[in-house]
Antibody, heavy 119, light 113 residues
Framework: EVQLLESGGGLVQPGGSLRLSCAASGFTFTSYAMSWVRQAPRKGLEWVSSITITGTYYADSVKGRFTISRDSSKNTLFLQMNSLRAEDTAVYYC??????????????WGQGTLVTVSS | DIVMTQSPDSLAVSLGERATINCKSSQSVLYSSNYKNYLAWYQQKPGQPPKLLIYWASTRESGVPDRFSGSGSGTDFTLTISSLQVEDVAVYYCQQYYSTPLTFGGGTKVEIK
């Protein structure tokens, strides 16, 4: 059974940093693209970043501030978030891709972790 | 960027009746080399993460009831719930994965009339 468990969310001041983690199990972690998708309070879904075998991809809104990475030895996906802004406040979901590349649907989602950026 | 526009924003349908949600992309998401439409549909219930319903525009995910179906090609797509059930109350999103940035529609809230 595929499981994705996010952690690391919390309250952070504007300009601060936070590192999200997503522990994956139930599939061959290195064979699939992994992504982060966020949802601001009472808003829709916004793709943040994806990581594949060949590279990393970012939304313009986070490029230069966020870094996606993965530790294959621990089956864990990360999102390092720096220079956080109020508009980054959202539930952050970890999502598994349907294939090894970014051009695929998200077939499994974690429960999400809430990031609140506020002074 | 490909803009995904869903309509309506919300709809109320009687139990057992048909619900139809539309999704329009600002450019085609049909990849000519494999004739696949890079379009997925998700269902999100309150307090839960999204759940994949349909991918490649019309392929139902394993375990999804057959009352859910997807259709369309190019820039115009439809998600149909043939006979609405209580458990189908949710917000539905379309998403294109033809190009980055990956983009979602604004969502359609489905309620019981």
């Amino acid at each position: 059974e595929v499981q994705l468990l996010e952690s690391g969310g919390g309250l952070v001041q504007p300009g601060g940093s936070l590192r999200l983690s997503c522990a994956a199990s139930g599939f061959t972690f290195t064979s699939y693209a992994m992504s982060w998708v966020r949802q601001a309070p009472r808003k829709g879904l916004e793709w943040v970043s994806s990581i594949t075998i060949t590279g990393t991809y970012y939304a313009d809104s986070v490029k230069g501030r966020f870094t996606i990475s993965r530790d294959s030895s621990k089956n864990t996906l990360f999102l390092q978030m720096n220079s956080l802004r109020a508009e980054d406040t959202a539930v952050y979901y970890c999502a598994k891709g349907g294939s090894s590349d970014w051009d695929n649907h998200f077939d499994y989602w974690g429960q999400g972790t809430l990031v609140t950026v506020s002074s | 960027d490909i803009v995904m526009t869903q309509s309506p924003d919300s709809l109320a349908v009687s139990l057992g009746e048909r619900a139809t949600i539309n999704c329009k992309s600002s450019q085609s998401v049909l990849y000519s080399s494999n004739y696949k439409n890079y379009l997925a549909w998700y269902q999100q219930k309150p307090g839960q993460p999204p759940k994949l319903l349909i991918y490649w525009a019309s392929t139902r995910e394993s375990g999804v009831p057959d009352r859910f179906s997807g259709s369309g090609s190019g820039t115009d797509f439809t998600l149909t719930i043939s006979s609405l059930q209580v458990e189908d109350v949710a917000v539905y999103y379309c998403q294109q994965y033809y190009s980055t940035p990956l983009t979602f529609g604004g969502g359609t809230k489905v309620e019981i009339k």
